[in-house]
């Protein structure tokens, strides 16, 4: 079987792909457009763009097309240059590395032709940010939008990406337990009861969740110390703020890393002010939900209920600010399987710790610069298509999915899916629903 995948084509192949095309040729424009927009999964629509991209391309160098090259602004010296259009992104889940980003290879091309800032610019295109989450309540008589300030952005790190940091954070396990970490760098607490026993890994600052034996209250402990950054962590953190996933006046400092088992949880909190608006959390393994509300319940352990469930697909990243952050608390409930969390942050100045150094090379963190016509925006921002045909075939796709999304029940969209790979199969933002003991319980 082996030497049939990988050799020449047996007749049956040859003859049924001849088979294909021949009928594909009898077939007018519209006809051909009828077969291609009749849904495909999210790998053969990118297949498919890609391959019309490369006809496209392969057309278009044949002849010069002056009014498709645009002037850009230099940051620097503020002079004009011609900047030509940029290529077509490659098949989705591609592995794109770059040299500020995850496991960059340090040269300025790849196989594919592809310079750094090219590859960059495909891969910013493609995130998908979400800012318009809105829920209602009434806090000291006023009514108010307790989720102002959260976003959502997915697509920021990709499967290779996630799967690095995975790994990074499962050997960074390893040294905590073989006792080669500080010793408040890292918890492993006996797990006495459900919901209770979570490992926490803490970078940058000591933060203590409640009052300790000695009588510190909650808080950064200014006195102890812990590990600094991980190098790939700060690559992380380069990636987020250069994205304009996170502001520059906020490059986080510190970070805490969760790791779950089934039916671990964090219990309604919102974060000290010890540490600044915003921070941000990033998912991997296993979706989950975080409820939000001024009032979450606790219904048993590991349950907790509230106005408001939020679905956090693997590798998304969870931007908290404003009402976000300080007026709605958040939990996260009874997770259905091995989650890993890291939770980056930016220490008030007032409470660094002592013997805390900040580290240069988070100082120099400059965002990506973009035309505005390729910034990602909303919902479901995609890179750029010039063809109006292939712009077609993606619109009629974009809207059988967006029917198929809104036919789905509010109850059957917020149902939390275990996710074993890392790439997030479900639909980028499902709606919003409502949070209850039933949809927490796994």
Not at 22 to 48: I, P, W, Y
Not at 184 to 201: L, Q
Not at 229 to 253: A, D, E, G, S, Y
Request: proline fraction near 7%.
């Amino acid at each position: 079987m082996a030497g049939d995948i990988s050799g020449k084509l047996t007749d049956s192949d040859s003859a049924g792909r001849t088979g294909t095309i021949g009928l594909l040729k009898t077939l007018n424009r519209d006809e051909l457009l009828e077969v291609l927009s009749q849904g495909f999964c999210q790998h053969c629509e990118a297949l498919l763009e890609e391959r019309i991209h490369q006809l496209l391309n392969k057309r278009g160098s044949e002849s010069t097309v002056t009014s498709d090259i645009t002037l850009i602004s230099n940051p620097v010296t503020g002079k004009q240059l011609a900047r030509t259009p940029l290529p077509p992104p490659p098949a989705a889940n591609s592995d794109i590395l770059l040299n500020d980003g995850l496991g960059g290879s340090g040269s300025t091309s790849s196989d594919n032709g592809l310079s750094e800032e090219q590859k960059e610019h495909i891969r910013f295109s493609q995130v998908v940010r979400k800012k318009d989450f809105v829920h209602m309540e009434k806090i000291n008589g006023k009514s108010m939008n307790v989720l102002k300030g959260l976003e959502l952005h997915t697509k920021v790190f990709n499967a290779e990406e996630q799967k690095k940091i995975i790994e990074c954070v499962y050997n960074l396990q390893r040294m905590g337990q073989k006792g080669q970490l500080r010793e408040r760098t890292y918890s492993e607490p006996r797990k006495w009861m459900r919901g209770k026993g979570r490992v926490t890994i803490q970078f940058g600052c000591c933060y203590n969740y409640a009052v300790d034996k000695i009588g510190n209250p909650p808080g950064i402990l200014r006195g102890e110390e812990v590990d600094p950054l991980p190098p790939l962590f700060k690559q992380m953190i380069k990636r987020m703020v250069r994205w304009h996933v996170l502001p520059t006046m906020c490059v986080p400092n510190s970070c805490i890393v969760n790791i779950y088992n089934e039916g671990d949880c964090i219990p309604p909190h919102i974060d000290h002010h010890d540490f600044l608006r915003p921070f941000c959390t990033v998912s991997f393994l296993t979706q989950c939900n975080i409820l939000f509300g001024s009032s979450l319940k606790i219904v048993s352990p590991g349950e907790f209920s509230g106005p408001v469930s939020i679905p956090l697909p693997v590798g998304s990243v969870l931007i908290l600010n404003g009402n976000g952050a300080d007026i709605a608390k958040h939990c996260v409930p009874a997770v259905p399987g091995k989650r890993i969390s890291i939770t980056f942050r930016r220490m008030d100045e007032s409470k660094l710790p002592y013997n805390f150094l900040p580290d240069p090379e988070l100082s120099r963190i400059k965002p990506f610069i973009v035309s505005p016509s390729s910034a990602p925006q909303g919902h479901h921002q995609k890179p750029v298509i010039n063809s109006s045909f292939v712009k077609a075939i993606v619109q009629q796709n974009q809207h059988r999915n967006d029917q198929a999304i809104k036919d789905k029940s509010d109850q059957e969209a917020t149902k939390t899916t275990k996710n074993d790979s890392f790439l997030c199969g479900n639909d980028d933002f499902p709606p919003l629903g409502k949070a209850s003991k039933g949809a927490s319980r796994r």
